[in-house]
């Protein structure tokens, strides 16, 4: 078995940009064509990608749609995408333009009932995504800190049918600090449901650590700014992934 490496594509704008601890105001702009880069993801191998529409995190509905249907359509593989999905009207769209899965976090916490209905409704399509500052659920675009353990909001979903946990340490992430491995893995070990690393990936021995852990309940790794900055190479953390 190997884990999946998610090339991650933050929209703002409607460019590519990478925040620095989900802070809107630290985004550092890598480019304006996001169909462009999901091709150049691929060419390096990838067939998998992480989308975030930023701004629909902090509005609550779709912001970066038309960036979001350019990918879909350039990009053969599997997209998977996040960002202000909180009722079923935009779970439905985004399925039926093509969107292989979708990232849940805000209304995971705020409304269960809801993420649960999506998860029978479309099996193997929802993802909940588990932000924490300070081990606690963050919401809101992370603007927001909650009072609930991460533990305890991935084990409201156990027997919901969600396809995975997307596990997200907000005080790493677009920092290069490293992956909170131990967290992620702790996470992973804690609940039935498969859990993917995102935030602070730094470079090839994240991916490499994180891929020893594929018998826990390590499903996949996301990462951004190492690539864009150079700091780590897709076709190299691909074949890492994939030996294990």
Known sequence: MSIIVFPAI????????????????????????????ATLFHEAGAWHLHVVDLDGSFAGKAVNGAAV?????????????????????SVERWFGIGVSRLVIGTAALKDPDFVKLAAK???????????????????????????M????????????????????????????????IEATVDLARATDIPVIAS?????????????LHVQDGIEGVITG????????????????????
């Open 199 to 211: 935030g602070g990936v730094a470079g090839i021995s994240d991916i490499r650590i994180l891929a």
């Open 225 to 244: 700014r190492a690539l864009y900055d150079g700091r780590l190479d897709l076709a190299a953390a691909l074949a890492v992934a994939e030996a294990g």
């Open 149 to 180: 353990p991460v533990a305890d909001l991935a084990r409201r979903f156990e027997d919901a049918g969600v396809a995975s946990l997307l596990f997200t340490d907000v005080g790493r992430d677009g920092l290069l600090k490293g992956a909170n």
């Open 69 to 89: 249907e350019s990918i879909v359509k350039t990009f053969p593989g599997h997209v998977q995408l996040g960002g202000g999905i909180r009722n079923m009207e």
């Open 121 to 147: 409704e479309f099996p193997g399509g929802i993802v909940v995504a588990v932000d924490a500052r300070d081990g606690m659920v963050a919401t809101d675009g992370w603007a927001e800190k909650s009072d």
């Open 10 to 37: 933050d929209l703002k704008g409607g460019q590519v940009v990478r925040l620095a601890e989900g802070d809107m105001d630290r985004a550092t702009i890598y480019g304006d064509d996001p169909a462009a880069q």
